[in-house]
């Protein structure tokens, strides 16, 4: 289940399970997004991007799903790994005409073998 | 593919002293490079932008007297936390815009920086 904790939210899942995290985000404007893996201790790793003018990107084993209308992204893993275990942020380019991020409150995801 | 690295990957201070941060661009030249700052538990939050040959760029509440940022090169962006207190221990990450126009960046794997 989901549950939010001091600072993050926390998804916990069983091994085999798909996984769904979830990011709103601010600025209508913005045209570019990503997800990142954290893993602890170390610096956040790209997992997959998508551009405004696309709903849906897949990867190997992830999906990114984005709905402009709610300004809300998701990152859909299948066949979550106890390796999958991490923090995952979203982030996006506002559209500045700069390479700036903004990333969202991260959601940890927890994956029980 | 490019790897952007950061020196040191932790570091211990006393309070008053300064601690200076490297982040390198492995294998690609970077004419801009960012700094982020994470708290436990917490989101990365944009500091500065570091731009090689001019002044960097500071957000909003970030005081550019304390966090000097230096471009030195198309490979080197320093930061330098000084007359650092406890409340700076931070997790420190830089990252460089890919080269090839998009706006991925590549993180370094962070320097955890604890003031005594």
């Known amino acids: 289940g989901e549950s939010v904790g001091l600072h993050l939210p926390t998804l916990s899942v069983q091994e085999g399970d798909n996984s769904i995290i979830n990011c709103a985000y601010s600025n209508s404007a913005s045209d570019y997004f990503i997800w990142y893996k954290q893993e602890s201790g170390k610096g956040p790793q790209f997992i997959i991007d998508?551009?405004?003018?696309?709903d849906k990107r897949q990867g190997q084993r992830v999906t990114v799903l984005l709905n402009k209308t709610v300004k809300h992204l998701s990152l859909q893993i299948a066949a979550t790994q106890p390796g999958d275990s991490a923090v995952y942020f979203c982030?996006?380019?506002?559209?500045?005409?700069?390479?700036?991020?903004?990333f969202g409150k991260g959601t940890m995801l927890l994956v029980s073998p | 593919g490019a790897v952007v690295s950061q020196h040191p990957s932790w570091v211990i201070c006393k309070s008053g002293t300064s601690v200076k941060i490297e982040c390198r661009s492995l294998d690609f030249q970077a004419t801009t490079m960012f700094w982020y700052r994470q708290f436990p538990k917490q989101s990365l939050m944009l500091m500065a932008t570091?731009?090689?040959?001019?002044?960097?760029?500071?957000e909003q509440g970030v005081e550019k007297d304390k966090f000097l940022i230096n471009h030195a090169s198309l490979t080197l962006s320093t930061l330098t936390v000084t007359s650092a207190h406890p409340e700076d221990s931070s997790f420190y990450i830089c990252?460089?815009?890919?080269?090839?126009?998009?706006?991925?960046?590549?993180f370094g794997p962070g320097t955890r920086l604890t003031v005594t």
């Open positions: 570091s731009n090689e040959g001019s002044k960097a760029t500071y």
């Open positions: 990252s460089a815009p890919t080269p090839g126009g998009n706006y991925e960046q590549y």
């Open positions: 998508i551009r405004s003018n696309m």
């Open positions: 982030a996006e380019n506002p559209n500045s005409g700069y390479s700036t991020l903004t």
